[in-house]
C-alpha cells in the first residue's frame, strides 16, 4: 500500500505528464533569459528629444490594443515603465529589468507564451514654477489626464511576440502619434467657457486654463433679463457636459454588460436616464437654473481638488476669483452666495465639502456623496497617524495585507501595496496621474526635489508621520472643522450634507464615520445630515428609493428639492426670487 506521501507524488507526476503542456505555457523564462525589448521612436515623430516615461504593455488578451487593457481590476495586463530624459529620435531604450512592473514586478517573472506587445511614450514637459522648482511633469492636453489617450504621445502598433527560455531583443518602434481632440460645440443648452488663469499661469510659468461646460435652462436665450442660481457639478474632467442627452435612446445600441452593477445593458439605461433629465429640464414646471461642470485639470491629474496647494497652486483661488466671475457674468447668473450651491461624488464630494468650508460666504450648501477621505484617521484603511506601514496591520508576529478596494460583497479585489505597484509602474515623483499620487500632490509640502513629499514609501509602505502632521493641520477636514468651528460653524449651519455607502468600494464610509461623530457635537450644531446606504458600494449619493445604478445618473435632479428649499428659507431680503421662475 502507498503512503500519503508516496500517493501525492506519484498524483503530481501524472499530473505533469498528463497537462505537460499547460505546464510550459506557465513555466516562468530562466533568469538567463530575461526579455529585452529596444524602443525608439523616429524624427517624423518628433525632430526634437523628448521627456517622459517609456510604458511597455504585454497583453495575452487580444480583444482590444495592450494601450487600454491596464488598471486597477484583477483583469489588468502587465505594464513595464522606464523614464527618459532628452532622448533624441532614433536613439534606443532598452527596457528590460531596471524597468518597474505591474502586477508583475520584474520582466524576468512574465510567464511564458505568446503575448501582444505595445509601447507608448507619455511626454513630460519642463515647468519652471515660481517657487523656484523646476519639474518635469505631464500636462494634460484635453484628454483629462490619460497616458493611454492623451494627443502627441506616440506609440507602436501591437505586434505578436513568444517569450521562453531562447527569447532574443525585440525592437519597437514608436511610429504612430495620438492626434488632438476637437473642442465640444456649442448646443442650444449646453455652452462652453475657457478662460487663461493669471494665477495659475503665474505660479506654473506657462499659460495654464480653466474650463466649464454649463448647462443653460430652457428659455435661456429668450428670458433675457432673468438671473439664475448656480449648482457647480464637481466632478473630475469632462470634455463636455456629461448625463444629459436631447435624442431619444440609439434603439440600435448594443447592450453592454456592466462589472461595477452586475447588470446587462447598463449602456442603455445609461442614455434612457440622460433623456429623461433633458425632458425634466424642458418641462414648463422645472425650476430654471444653471449647472456648470468645471475642469481644472492639471501635470498631476484631471483634477486640482479646487484648493490651494502647495504642489498644484492656487487653484481655489483661481476658480473662485476668475472662472467662477466669468461664468457669472457670461451667463446672466444671480452671483452671489445664496444662490449659489455645489454638489459632487468621490473627488467631487471632497470638494464639494472643502470648497464650502473653505469659502463659507461663497455658497449656500454642498451635497457631498462619497466623498475621498475627509479624516486621515481613516485614509482608505490606512490610519496615517498610528500606523508605521501603510500596507500591512501589525501583530505580534504576523502581518496582515491591508485592502484598497472590494467588491459589492466585501471580496478584496485590490491591496494597498498592489495599489502602489500600479502607480510606479505609471510614472515616479508622483507622476502617475492616479488617485494616491494626486492626493499625495494636493496634501503634501513641497519635496526637496520639486515633487510632492511622500507620505509614505510606494515599495515599503512605511509612513512619513512628519508629513502625515502637514496632513493634518493642511487638509484632514474633520480636523479643520474641530479647530475652527467657533468661527466657521455658523456659517456652515444647514449647508453640509453627506452621503456615502456603508460598504463603499474604497472604505470612503470610515472617514465619513469620524467626521460625523464630531457633526454630532458641535456646537452650535451643524443643521445638516450624515446618510449611510445600507450595502450601498462606491458611489451612494443619498436616494433611498432607487438602487445606486440609477440614483448616480441623476445628480443633476436629486438634490434641487433642497437647493430650493434652501434659496427660500435664507435668501435675504430683497433677494430675486422670481425672474428665474418662468
Not at 450648501?365 to 490610519?383: K, L, M, N, R, S
Request: glycine share 8%; with cysteine.
Amino acid at each position: 500500500m502507498l503512503t500519503r506521501s508516496q500517493r501525492f507524488l506519484l498524483r503530481a507526476a501524472v499530473l505533469f505528464t498528463v497537462a505537460g503542456t499547460a505546464l510550459f505555457v506557465l513555466a516562468k523564462p530562466a533568469r538567463g533569459a530575461t526579455p529585452k525589448f529596444s524602443v525608439s521612436f523616429p524624427k517624423e515623430r518628433s525632430p526634437q528629444p523628448l521627456d517622459g516615461r517609456i510604458l511597455l504593455l504585454l497583453s495575452n488578451d487580444s480583444s482590444a490594443e495592450p494601450r487600454m487593457q491596464i488598471g486597477l481590476s484583477p483583469k489588468t495586463q502587465m505594464v513595464f515603465g522606464v523614464d527618459i530624459d532628452q532622448l533624441p529620435p532614433g536613439q534606443i531604450v532598452t527596457v528590460d529589468d531596471s524597468a518597474y512592473g505591474y502586477p508583475i514586478r520584474y520582466l524576468r517573472d512574465v510567464p511564458a507564451g505568446e503575448y501582444l506587445i505595445q509601447a507608448v511614450l507619455h511626454r513630460y514637459e519642463t515647468f519652471h514654477r515660481a517657487d523656484g522648482h523646476t519639474v518635469k511633469l505631464p500636462m494634460d492636453r484635453g484628454e483629462g489626464q490619460h497616458w493611454n489617450l492623451a494627443p502627441g504621445n506616440v506609440y507602436s502598433k501591437p505586434q505578436k511576440i513568444t517569450l521562453g527560455p531562447n527569447i532574443q531583443d525585440v525592437s519597437v518602434t514608436l511610429d504612430q502619434e495620438i492626434p488632438p481632440i476637437d473642442p465640444p460645440k456649442d448646443t442650444k443648452y449646453v455652452r462652453h467657457m475657457r478662460i487663461q488663469s493669471q494665477l495659475l499661469t503665474k505660479f506654473w510659468g506657462r499659460p495654464m486654463y480653466l474650463s466649464a461646460n454649463i448647462l443653460v435652462p430652457e428659455g435661456f436665450d429668450t428670458h433675457l433679463n432673468a438671473r439664475f442660481p448656480l449648482a457647480i457639478f464637481e466632478d473630475h474632467f469632462n470634455h463636455d457636459f456629461e448625463g444629459f442627452r436631447t435624442e431619444p435612446p440609439d434603439p440600435n445600441l448594443k447592450p453592454d454588460f456592466s462589472d461595477r452593477f452586475h447588470i446587462s445593458g447598463y449602456n442603455r439605461i445609461q442614455q434612457q436616464e440622460e433623456y429623461k433629465f433633458y425632458q425634466q429640464w424642458i418641462a414648463p414646471d422645472f425650476p430654471r437654473i444653471l449647472v456648470a461642470q468645471i475642469n481644472h485639470a492639471n501635470p498631476y491629474y484631471d483634477d486640482s481638488y479646487a484648493v490651494n496647494s502647495a504642489n498644484l497652486g492656487p487653484y481655489g483661488d483661481a476658480i473662485e476669483t476668475e472662472l467662477m466671475p466669468a461664468i457669472e457674468k457670461q451667463f446672466r447668473a444671480i452671483g452671489q452666495g445664496w444662490a449659489r450651491f455645489l454638489y459632487g461624488g468621490s473627488t467631487g464630494g471632497w470638494e464639494a465639502l472643502a470648497v464650502q468650508m473653505f469659502y463659507p460666504d461663497h455658497y449656500n450648501g454642498a451635497f457631498a456623496a462619497c466623498p475621498d477621505p475627509v479624516d486621515f484617521h481613516a485614509y482608505e484603511t490606512i490610519d496615517l497617524y498610528s500606523q508605521k506601514n501603510a500596507f500591512v496591520i501589525e501583530g505580534a508576529h504576523k502581518q496582515v495585507e491591508q485592502p484598497a478596494m472590494r467588491d459589492y460583497l466585501g471580496h478584496t479585489t485590490l491591496t494597498l501595496r498592489e495599489n502602489q505597484a500600479y502607480e510606479l509602474a505609471l510614472g515616479d515623483h508622483g507622476r502617475s496621474g492616479e488617485q494616491f499620487d494626486i492626493w499625495q500632490a494636493v496634501f503634501s509640502p513641497v519635496g526637496e526635489d520639486g515633487y510632492p513629499q511622500p507620505i509614505f514609501d510606494k515599495q515599503t509602505g512605511v509612513i512619513d508621520h512628519k508629513v502625515a502632521d502637514y496632513w493634518r493641520t493642511h487638509w484632514d477636514l474633520t480636523a479643520y472643522l474641530e479647530h475652527n468651528w467657533s468661527t466657521i460653524g455658523p456659517k456652515l449651519q444647514g449647508k453640509l450634507h453627506i452621503y456615502v455607502g456603508s460598504d463603499d468600494t474604497y472604505f470612503l464610509n470610515d472617514a465619513v464615520y469620524r467626521m460625523e461623530d464630531f457633526l454630532k457635537v458641535a456646537d452650535p450644531p451643524y443643521q445638516g445630515e450624515v446618510t449611510y446606504g445600507p450595502r450601498a458600494e462606491h458611489c451612494w449619493n443619498g436616494d433611498p428609493t432607487l438602487p445606486n445604478y440609477l440614483s448616480r445618473l441623476h445628480y443633476n435632479t436629486m438634490y434641487l428639492p433642497k437647493i430650493l428649499d434652501r434659496i427660500q428659507k435664507t435668501a435675504p431680503p430683497g433677494a430675486d426670487l422670481t425672474s428665474w421662475r418662468y
